[in-house]
């Protein structure tokens, strides 16, 4: 009974504005993804935007789970989540299955997943505790603690995959939520300099242990000529296709340019090209809109949050899914190296996606909980 | 404090956050408001193609690695399907093809998207060159590459060899051939068809993008294709081409079996066809023409035609009735002709007074085999006749969804379920010289020729060679005294004064045989009398040598008449060409 009494009482509080955002983005996902797909040689279509509607079926089930209990669970094992994800991370790194020249699947039975998906929901929680934990500025040990197990160590575990985008997105939100937490003056000036006077160093040495094909992307990006392998060619193309769907766009499923110019990654880091030339500038605008009313959506969560934990944890997620979105557009709009991350919530992918609406079934838990009612 | 320093820090988030889509939007509008026509254009000239790049198909050899088949390139003429303005009448007449059958070409191709429509296939290497000249005066028209096959042999083999034809509709749908795209040809007869899975690979395709004129500007990217297995058969291409003239225009079949190994070394039916008629898709007049010949030409007598056994079933007969005891090797009885049984009389084909067991063999009496059928029984007969294969398809590779026949091996039990009737006691006497509801196909009877051979070796026949290197050796349990005998009495057949089968004696290798001539329609007349379609089928079944025999063989000709006169002179012509081309070798 006790329970009905909660829902009830939360059920005036859910976040369904969040939850409309998150499925209408979706569903013009399904969309795009059946008209990137359609087929080329055959007549077959095939049945990736059916997986994906599956897909998008589980993630309900799993964020109105997650969003029924309350995150305070998350907080008092926050660790004890984030070492058996660590564990994970590294386990995938001996067994785990190539793809696509990463290793980034770990298989179980009939499932594989990627660890490292989940993994960016640990991260996030065991940072926010921890930083919940400090009173005050974070010291110089605070600080290097927290360094070493939520940055470094996960950032060198995912890298080495090699997974460039998810690792560098998650150490950027590192950073950002130790900063949320405020730094003392020492530590800020050091990071500072260190954010200055590192890149020329780092640069070099990151550079060499780079990987053949991010090299490639990154001097496609700086010299499209030069273009190894067609990697220019691909941003070229992105850009082609996102122009020529001028103001209107082509028409749902008349673009021409989609299905076949980024094989094999139509339907998952390009897709939104695939959007952008069938539905125009006006399209364009719309979805971006609604992207940009989720983020804002889930900062304001965070503002109003009813504790320290839900505030780091609401703005680590949503900056965490913006960087995701920033580095995809940066990508598929020629105005940042091919760095493959999936756009949220629109790009085929079944682990990613269960992720992301993890996160937001976290950010809708939040705000239901805002006003901190007694029981 | 904390709160306070969150809520800047925020509302910075929230400022850097919008100022990103600022430039994001900016960024959209430059792309497809400012510059949007430009890249409209770009999308619109630069056409994505996508072409098959054709597997290279596994070759056929024969036993002695002589390739049976050839890959020949060939060109074939497309357009691009966005093509607009085609001058039809100047291309029809270049390409050499009706303007009407171009039209509708083009009409049913306008809905494929990135694929070429296929003007005309079976381009030779001049054709090539005329058309790239005149290429500026048609944008969009391209000539391709792709793989064809040729047939070194002809008609000689065709029935084992098969040939090579774009998919049916059934094809299509199936699971079997999910790879395959629909410009590639594919297996559709025999071999060809029954290995078209090792035969083929899989096609490769390269995307390309085209200018306007169909000129490929870069290549976006390319599967390769995966040339297909090899495939050796056990067929000996020397004594098929042997074995196919030897019938001199005859209509019939002839198989020949190794009978240490069961591999198949000819598989003739005739009439045959060229192969090399198909490649290219076969015109609809010669089709016809073919599909109404009343000699059937597709038909693979070898192993879709069943024929009564007549005569050549007796050595089974004979060897069941040796094993049961219900006769022995000096038994006998005495032939005046024919064998009063109630008010029927079932004749033999000429009076032979008193004959022994083997005399009856070498002689092929009638009257002898009746008695030791009506002792043993149908059941009986008709268990030592499925021991040696008869009755029962051999399973060997033709083509799917067409069927080896079975034929029948009749017996009380079948009779009562397929014609609901009883068996006849003279049902069984008709049964025992091969006559009534027995009937085989020729491969049946040479499988059954090559067990005497062997004595017994138990393994199914085969087109490929070793394919039957991994099967275990192992004997049907027949003594060997019973084999001594009935061998003994097949080397009379040939060798032997009044023998049936002496018009197969040879000098240069000693042949064990059996003559049989089958009834097409009961009568007494002589069968050089009749109608040829009502004359009777003439068998010969022989292994050689005699003493270690290497091969065994079973012929048939239709409506050849008797078995000794037609049939014998052939398979006496394949023995020789065989041991001449061991020899020679």
């Known amino acids: 009974m006790w329970f009905l009494q909660i829902n009830r009482q939360y059920l005036k509080q859910f976040d369904w504005y969040m939850l409309s955002l998150l499925l209408v983005i979706s569903i013009i996902g399904v969309m795009t993804i059946y008209s990137a797909t359609r087929p080329v040689i055959t007549t077959v279509q095939p049945n990736y935007y059916i997986k994906q509607i599956v897909w998008i079926l589980l993630g309900l089930a799993v964020l109105l789970t997650v969003s029924v209990f309350d995150y305070n669970w998350l907080r008092k094992y926050g660790y004890f989540l984030y070492i058996p994800g660590l564990i994970l991370l590294t386990l995938v790194l001996f067994i785990g299955k190539r793809g696509m020249g990463a290793q980034r699947w770990l298989e179980l039975g009939p499932v594989s997943f990627q660890p490292s998906e989940l993994f960016r929901i640990l991260l996030i929680v065991g940072v926010s505790k921890y930083l919940s934990t400090v009173n005050g500025l974070l010291t110089k040990r605070h600080f290097s603690i927290a360094l070493m197990a939520f940055g470094l160590v996960p950032f060198i575990l995912i890298l080495k995959q090699p997974h460039l985008g998810t690792s560098l997105v998650l150490l950027s939100t590192f950073f950002f939520l130790t900063i949320a937490k405020k730094l003392e003056k020492k530590v800020m000036i050091t990071l500072i300099i260190i954010a200055i006077a590192v890149p020329p160093v780092a640069g070099n040495l990151v550079w060499r242990h780079l990987k053949d094909y991010q090299k490639k992307r990154i001097v496609a990006f700086i010299e499209p000529d030069v273009d190894p392998k067609g990697i220019g060619y691909q941003i070229e193309q992105s850009k082609i296709t996102i122009g020529s769907g001028q103001l209107l766009g082509r028409g749902y499923l008349k673009g021409t340019q989609g299905p076949l110019r980024f094989l094999p990654e139509k339907h998952t880091d390009f897709i939104y090209c695939v959007f952008a030339e069938e539905w125009g500038f006006v399209g364009s605008a719309i979805i971006i809109m609604l992207y940009l009313l989720l983020f804002l959506r889930g900062i ?76 | 404090m904390s709160r306070e320093y969150f809520e800047k820090y925020s509302g910075l988030t929230i400022f850097i956050v919008m100022l990103v889509f600022f430039v994001l939007a900016l960024r959209i509008y430059q792309l497809q408001v400012l510059q949007g026509p430009q890249y409209r254009e770009a999308a619109n000239s630069n056409k994505i193609r996508v072409i098959t790049l054709p597997a290279a198909r596994g070759i056929i ?180 081409e042997a074995a196919e003239k030897a019938f001199g225009g005859k209509t019939g079949s002839l198989v020949v079996i190794n009978t240490t190994n069961a591999e198949v070394l000819a598989l003739v039916s005739l009439p045959a066809f060229d192969p090399n008629d198909f490649v290219m898709g076969i015109e609809t007049d010669k089709w016809n023409a073919m599909h109404k010949d009343k000699r059937h030409p597709f038909l693979n007598r070898a192993l879709q035609s069943t024929y009564p056994p007549g005569s050549v079933f007796k050595p089974v007969v004979a060897i069941a009735a040796l094993e049961e005891g219900v006769t022995d090797a000096n038994s006998g009885t005495h032939c005046n002709g024919s064998l009063e049984f109630g008010k029927y009389s079932f004749g033999c084909w000429k009076s032979h007074g008193s004959v022994s067991f083997h005399r009856a063999m070498v002689e092929s009496c009638d009257v002898f085999y009746y008695e030791i059928g009506k002792k043993l029984g149908i059941e009986r007969i008709e268990k030592y006749a499925r021991l040696f294969g008869l009755g029962s398809s051999t399973g060997i590779g033709l083509k799917r969804g067409v069927d080896e026949k079975d034929g029948t091996m009749p017996s009380t039990k079948w009779k009562n379920k397929a014609a609901k009737r009883q068996w006849f006691l003279g049902e069984t006497l008709s049964a025992s010289i091969g006559q009534g509801y027995v009937s085989v196909t020729p491969a049946q009877m040479a ?67 059996k003559t049989g001539t089958a009834q097409v329609i009961a009568g007494r007349l002589k069968s050089e009398q009749q109608k040829e379609r009502h004359r009777d089928h003439a068998w010969f079944i022989a292994y050689a040598p005699s003493e270690h025999p290497e091969i065994a063989l079973a012929v048939i000709v239709e409506h050849g008449g008797h078995g000794g006169s037609a049939a014998a002179p052939i398979a006496k012509q394949v023995i020789e060409s065989y041991f001449k081309g061991k020899a020679g070798k």
């Open chain 1, 300 to 375: 304001s969560t965070a503002l109003r949050s009813r504790d320290e934990f839900g505030r780091y944890l609401a703005l680590g997620l949503t900056f965490m899914l913006f960087l995701y979105f920033f580095i995809n557009m940066g990508m598929v709009l020629g105005m940042m190296p091919v760095v493959g991350v999936p756009i949220p919530f629109m790009s085929y992918g079944g682990t990613t996606l269960i992720t992301n609406y993890i996160a937001i079934g976290i950010l809708i838990n939040i705000r239901m909980r805002r006003l901190a009612i007694c029981y």
């Open chain 2, 447 to 513: 499988q059954m020729t090559a067990m005497i051979a062997n004595e017994g070796i138990i393994m199914p026949i085969t087109l490929l060679k070793d394919g039957n290197a991994a099967m275990p050796r192992e004997r049907l349990n027949i003594r060997s005294e019973t084999f001594d005998t009935v061998k003994s009495a097949m080397y009379g057949v040939v060798n032997e004064e009044r023998g049936t089968g002496k018009d197969a004696k040879s000098k240069i290798v000693q042949i064990s045989g």
């Open chain 2, 61 to 240: 050899y024969d036993r002695n690695h002589v390739p049976l088949v050839k890959n020949e390139p060939y060109y074939y003429a497309s357009l691009m399907p966005e093509t607009k303005n085609i001058d039809t009448a100047g291309l029809s007449k270049l390409l050499d093809i009706n303007e009407k059958k171009l039209i509708t070409k083009l009409k049913k191709g306008e809905a494929q998207r990135f694929k070429a429509i296929v003007l005309k296939e079976g381009l030779a290497f001049k054709d090539v060159a005329a058309i790239e000249a005149r290429r500026s005066d048609f944008p969009g028209l391209m000539v391709e590459p792709n793989l064809t096959r040729h047939y070194v042999y002809n008609n000689t083999g065709s029935h084992v060899i098969g040939y090579l034809g774009r998919m049916t509709a059934k094809q299509m749908q199936s699971a079997e051939y999910d790879n395959v795209t629909p410009e590639t040809f594919v297996g559709q007869w025999a071999a060809e068809e029954f290995y078209d899975r090792q035969l083929r690979g899989s096609a490769g395709e390269k995307i390309i993008e085209v200018d306007a004129l169909g000129r490929q500007l870069k290549l976006i990217g390319q599967t390769k294709p995966q040339m297909g297995k090899d495939i050796t058969l056990s067929i000996d291409i020397d004594l098929q």
